[in-house]
């Protein structure tokens, strides 16, 4: 073959390649969109209709029993933050036959969708197939619930249909604190509009809920079929359907809310049930986009199909809230307001999954509102979506803030919102390094994320994201010209990573400690562990573990009063966040992820302490996962993320626990964390600097996969699509970049003095990298060297 050809020929094979691989990317996006079947077995579990105005709770049978701990017994209905609008709605039928009517009481079948919620219910009456829809319009105040009803019989039917809806308009958790009280809510019919309306008597709080369909008639007060409680009202709209035989009749009801005014939510309710197909329709594109970006297909299918119900459940919590914006909620039911930990873990996955907009958002208003609270660079911990901060912050919140803001930057590369927030970074490494570090040893104290009792110490991650905050707040110093500044916060960083992993680290476990201070920090610890658990003892277990922390009291007090050094008292999972972050040289770290994987974890990783060995999280795991990915350990990687797989649909379709595997939440931010963030970052190995239009692709493939493919990897204003393939010979990398003027970069470990072949071309490797050029490059490396 004349070799003015052969490079054009490998870019053909090279696109033809990549081209069956979209195909086969395109294959599986759909699946989602046919649902998740609970198959009738999670009913009392509780499930989100969700949208970033409005969102329902409820249970999988269809009804609204109370639910949560937060506004106790109150995070379940029909909410629009700050405001609950409704307890609960029922639905009653009733042919001739049976004037009376018959409630759809328990549904047989829950189904999960990217976009909504349906219930199937069987054998309500005869010959009718009943089905109830819902879902929630993007950036709409205001919820769609629709009932359809095919007729199986051979005769035309007449059916009477009753919604049924209790109002609780009333307040979001600490309103109290801000001087709002919830008042009995007025009820009342609007016959120029055909809709209920209900407003709280001395607030402006307002609900309007109609139909689609002629009213026959409408009740005020009407008795519901459930014990209620509160100040709320029941109203109750008739409709009549004719359906003729084997067709089927869709009915619409809709819920629209305002803090404006009572005008605005009848407005809103008119356009809501108008326009009905067309929001729904926008609602699935909005979720087909999102499956877009980084959009993956792995040889292993369940992690495949979890990363992509991962980015769904986060869109899931994303929040608009009036008079702030965009963030993105911690986790539902019981925390859908603003978290500082939970972001700063979350954005780092959602990021990677190419949502660039909500992490910078979400980041701007966690500054804005810790400037207000706080004003002296410290990030809050919580914020009700009422505006009242519970907590002002944990200690490793405004490190990890740092760590989430450079991280933000690197894959975006945008200068006015870091320029934006960078003074307040400066105040926080500040406030980190001089308020919280007392004694002046670098340690900061305070909480950090194990809010244990008595755990108020100088903590391995607080020290450990504070040095990495400190490496952050370093480069974006030098960004701006700050270089002295730079070279102070980078000489910290150096000084701090040294005492982590000579204070903290216990030579004779191999593993760190959790906090690092005196002897009688360590007894005050102990005691505070003990007092705790003796409070809450209920079996043999509990008493195992009182009996340990007596130990570790008697332990501790027979040591020199002047003892000073790390300390493992509680064993809690973050001892991992130095192998988390690499800051671990790599002998101590192997060693330290052995030790927790065979002592520390549970069925499904990391206990969040292995003293106590009863509770495992979603963040642990994904932390475990980074850890090991962090030193090169894929196949160790992909274990910790398959045990966080594992727990897919336990309690809801299509979604993981906070607590794994059935407890807690049952969707929460941060679990995209340990699967985007692995996956994106290091089983592909994209590592972005989009400010300057770098990006290193350092992929690791498991030890079992024969090829991944990642395609519109979002880095800046940049797209690429990765193609990896392995076969017994040769690994094959092909790489396509949107753009061609991006300076990009191929690192194959081991490959230096071996030959491969770039866009045909045989080239002899002078070290581990490879310089890619224009938009589409292949390599192809003979593995049997």
Same mark, same amino acid.
Request: contains cysteine; charged residues 20%.
């Given at each position: 073959?004349?070799?003015?050809?052969?490079?054009?020929?490998?870019?053909?094979?090279?696109?033809?390649?990549?081209?069956?691989?979209?195909?086969?990317?395109?294959?599986?996006?759909?699946?989602?969109?046919?649902?998740?079947?609970?198959?009738?077995?999670?009913?009392?579990?509780?499930?989100?209709?969700?949208?970033?105005?409005?969102?329902?709770?409820?249970?999988?049978?269809?009804?609204?029993?109370?639910?949560?701990?937060?506004?106790?017994?109150?995070?379940?209905?029909?909410?629009?933050?700050?405001?609950?609008?409704?307890?609960?709605?029922?639905?009653?039928?009733?042919?001739?036959?049976?004037? #009376?009517?018959?409630?759809?009481?328990?549904?047989?079948?829950?189904?999960?969708?990217?976009?909504?919620?349906?219930?199937?219910?069987?054998?309500?009456?005869?010959?009718?197939? !009943?089905?109830?829809? #819902?879902?929630?319009?993007?950036?709409?105040?205001?919820?769609?619930?629709?009932?359809?009803?095919?007729?199986?019989?051979?005769?035309?039917?007449?059916?009477?249909?009753?919604?049924?809806?209790?109002?609780?308009?009333?307040?979001?958790?600490?309103?109290?604190?801000?001087?709002?009280?919830?008042?009995?809510?007025?009820?009342?019919?609007?016959?120029?509009?055909?809709?209920?309306?209900?407003?709280?008597?001395?607030?402006?709080?307002?609900?309007?809920?109609?139909?689609?369909?002629?009213?026959?008639?409408?009740?005020?007060?009407?008795?519901?079929?459930?014990?209620?409680?509160?100040?709320?009202?029941?109203?109750?709209?008739? !409709?009549?359907?004719?359906?003729?035989?084997?067709?089927?009749?869709?009915?619409?009801?809709?819920?629209?809310?305002?803090?404006?005014?009572?005008?605005?939510?009848?407005?809103?309710?008119?356009?809501?049930?108008?326009?009905?197909?067309?929001?729904?329709?926008?609602?699935?594109?909005?979720?087909?986009?999102?499956?877009?970006?980084?959009?993956?297909?792995?040889?292993?299918?369940?992690?495949?199909?979890?990363?992509?119900?991962?980015?769904?459940?986060?869109?899931?919590?994303?929040?608009?809230?009036?008079?702030?914006?965009?963030?993105?909620?911690?986790?539902?039911?019981?925390?859908?307001?603003?978290?500082?930990?939970?972001?700063?873990?979350?954005?780092?996955?959602?990021?990677?999954?190419?949502?660039?907009?909500?992490?910078?958002?979400?980041?701007?208003?966690?500054?804005?509102?810790?400037?207000?609270?706080?004003?002296?660079?410290?990030?809050?911990?919580?914020?009700?979506?009422?505006?009242? !901060?519970?907590?002002?912050?944990?200690?490793?919140?405004?490190?990890?803030?740092?760590?989430?803001?450079?991280?933000?930057?690197?894959?975006?590369?945008?200068?006015?919102?870091?320029?934006?927030?960078?003074?307040?970074?400066?105040?926080?490494?500040?406030?980190?390094?001089?308020?919280?570090?007392?004694?002046?040893?670098?340690?900061?104290?305070?909480?950090?994320?194990?809010?244990?009792?008595?755990?108020?110490?100088?903590?391995?991650? !607080?020290?450990?994201?504070?040095?990495?905050?400190?490496?952050?707040?370093?480069?974006?110093?030098?960004?701006?010209?700050?270089?002295?500044?730079?070279?102070?916060?980078?000489?910290?960083?150096?000084?701090?990573?040294?005492?982590?992993?000579?204070?903290?680290?216990?030579?004779?476990?191999?593993?760190?400690?959790?906090?690092?201070?005196?002897?009688?920090?360590?007894?005050?610890?102990?005691?505070?562990?003990?007092?705790?658990?003796?409070?809450?003892?209920?079996?043999?277990?509990?008493?195992?573990?009182?009996?340990?922390?007596k130990s570790l009291v008697d332990e501790f007090t027979k040591l020199p009063k002047n003892t000073t050094k790390g300390w493992l008292?509680?064993?809690?999972?973050?001892?991992?966040?130095?192998?988390?972050?690499?800051?671990?040289?790599?002998?101590?770290?192997?060693?330290?992820?052995?030790?927790?994987?065979?002592?520390?974890?549970?069925?499904?990783?990391?206990?969040?302490?292995?003293?106590?060995?009863?509770?495992?999280?979603?963040?642990?795991?994904?932390?475990?996962?980074?850890?090991?990915? #962090?030193?090169?350990?894929?196949?160790?990687?992909?274990?910790?993320?398959?045990?966080?797989?594992?727990?897919?649909?336990?309690?809801?379709?299509?979604?993981?626990?906070?607590?794994?595997?059935?407890?807690?939440?049952?969707?929460?931010?941060?679990?995209?964390?340990?699967?985007?963030?692995?996956?994106?970052?290091?089983?592909?190995?994209?590592?972005?600097?989009?400010?300057?239009?770098?990006?290193?692709?350092?992929?690791?493939?498991?030890?079992?996969?024969?090829?991944?493919?990642?395609?519109?990897?979002?880095?800046?204003?940049?797209?690429?699509?990765?193609n990896i393939k392995r076969d017994y010979s040769k690994i094959h990398y092909i790489v396509n970049s949107e753009q061609s003027d991006?300076?990009?970069?191929l690192i194959v470990k081991g490959l230096k003095g071996n030959e491969y072949t770039l866009n045909g071309q045989k080239v002899v490797?002078?070290?581990?990298?490879? #310089?890619?050029?224009?938009?589409?490059?292949?390599?192809?490396?003979?593995?049997?060297?």
């Amino acid at each position: 073959m004349n070799k003015f050809y052969l490079p054009i020929y490998f870019l053909i094979i090279c696109f033809f390649t990549f081209c069956q691989s979209k195909n086969e990317l395109d294959k599986y996006s759909n699946q989602y969109f046919e649902g998740l079947s609970n198959n009738g077995e999670t009913k009392l579990k509780p499930y989100i209709t969700a949208g970033d105005k409005m969102y329902i709770i409820g249970t999988q049978d269809g009804l609204f029993p109370d639910i949560g701990g937060h506004v106790r017994g109150e995070m379940g209905g029909v909410w629009m933050h700050p405001i609950k609008l409704a307890d609960a709605f029922w639905t009653k039928i009733a042919l001739d036959s049976i004037s #009376q009517g018959i409630w759809l009481k328990e549904a047989d079948e829950y189904i999960t969708y990217p976009h909504g919620s349906k219930f199937i219910y069987n054998n309500i009456l005869s010959n009718l197939e !009943v089905t109830r829809f #819902q879902f929630v319009p993007n950036q709409t105040k205001g919820v769609i619930i629709s009932y359809s009803i095919k007729n199986n019989s051979l005769e035309k039917i007449e059916i009477m249909m009753d919604f049924i809806l209790r109002t609780d308009i009333s307040p979001v958790w600490l309103s109290k604190e801000k001087g709002l009280i919830d008042y009995p809510d007025q009820l009342s019919w609007d016959s120029s509009n055909n809709i209920f309306t209900a407003s709280d008597s001395l607030n402006a709080w307002h609900i309007a809920w109609g139909t689609n369909k002629p009213v026959l008639s409408y009740v005020e007060d009407y008795e519901v079929p459930a014990e209620t409680a509160g100040q709320g009202k029941n109203g109750l709209i008739s !409709v009549e359907i004719k359906i003729m035989p084997g067709e089927e009749e869709t009915i619409s009801f809709g819920i629209s809310g305002s803090t404006n005014s009572l005008n605005d939510a009848i407005t809103s309710n008119k356009e809501l049930l108008e326009i009905i197909d067309k929001n729904l329709e926008d609602k699935k594109t909005s979720f087909k986009e999102l499956l877009e970006k980084s959009k993956i297909s792995i040889p292993d299918k369940e992690l495949e199909t979890t990363y992509n119900w991962v980015k769904i459940n986060t869109r899931w919590l994303e929040m608009n809230l009036d008079g702030y914006g965009r963030f993105l909620g911690a986790g539902a039911i019981e925390y859908p307001w603003l978290f500082g930990c939970d972001n700063s873990y979350a954005l780092q996955g959602v990021l990677a999954s190419g949502d660039f907009n909500l992490a910078k958002s979400t980041l701007k208003i966690l500054k804005d509102v810790s400037a207000e609270v706080n004003g002296n660079g410290r990030i809050i911990h919580e914020m009700s979506t009422n505006g009242v !901060v519970y907590n002002r912050g944990n200690t490793q919140e405004t490190a990890h803030f740092i760590i989430a803001v450079w991280k933000a930057f690197m894959w975006t590369g945008d200068i006015d919102f870091l320029s934006n927030i960078y003074p307040y970074v400066k105040l926080g490494i500040e406030w980190l390094t001089v308020n919280q570090d007392v004694n002046s040893n670098l340690f900061p104290e305070g909480y950090g994320i194990m809010e244990v009792r008595g755990l108020n110490a100088e903590l391995i991650d !607080v020290a450990v994201y504070t040095q990495q905050a400190l490496v952050a707040a370093s480069e974006m110093a030098k960004l701006f010209d700050e270089n002295e500044l730079s070279q102070d916060y980078f000489s910290k960083s150096e000084i701090l990573k040294e005492k982590i992993n000579t204070e903290f680290w216990n030579d004779d476990l191999d593993i760190y400690g959790d906090f690092y201070g005196t002897r009688d920090q360590a007894i005050s610890v102990a005691k505070g562990a003990l007092e705790q658990f003796e409070l809450s003892a209920k079996n043999e277990e509990s008493g195992k573990i009182i009996d340990f922390y007596k130990s570790l009291v008697d332990e501790f007090t027979k040591l020199p009063k002047n003892t000073t050094k790390g300390w493992l008292t509680n064993k809690n999972w973050v001892i991992n966040t130095p192998m988390e972050t690499g800051i671990t040289p790599n002998d101590k770290a192997i060693k330290s992820l052995d030790k927790i994987r065979a002592e520390h974890c549970g069925e499904y990783g990391p206990y969040l302490s292995a003293v106590e060995r009863d509770r495992m999280m979603t963040i642990s795991t994904g932390v475990q996962a980074m850890s090991e990915a #962090q030193y090169g350990r894929t196949d160790e990687c992909i274990w910790y993320m398959n045990k966080i797989s594992e727990t897919l649909s336990r309690t809801l379709p299509g979604s993981i626990n906070e607590m794994m595997p059935d407890y807690g939440c049952p969707v929460q931010a941060w679990t995209i964390y340990g699967i985007a963030t692995p996956l994106v970052t290091h089983i592909f190995g994209v590592k972005p600097d989009a400010y300057n239009k770098t990006v290193i692709i350092e992929p690791h493939l498991p030890s079992d996969w024969n090829y991944a493919t990642i395609e519109n990897q979002k880095v800046g204003l940049n797209s690429y699509d990765i193609n990896i393939k392995r076969d017994y010979s040769k690994i094959h990398y092909i790489v396509n970049s949107e753009q061609s003027d991006w300076n990009n970069k191929l690192i194959v470990k081991g490959l230096k003095g071996n030959e491969y072949t770039l866009n045909g071309q045989k080239v002899v490797a002078l070290n581990d990298e490879i #310089q890619l050029t224009g938009t589409l490059n292949t390599v192809i490396i003979n593995t049997t060297n």
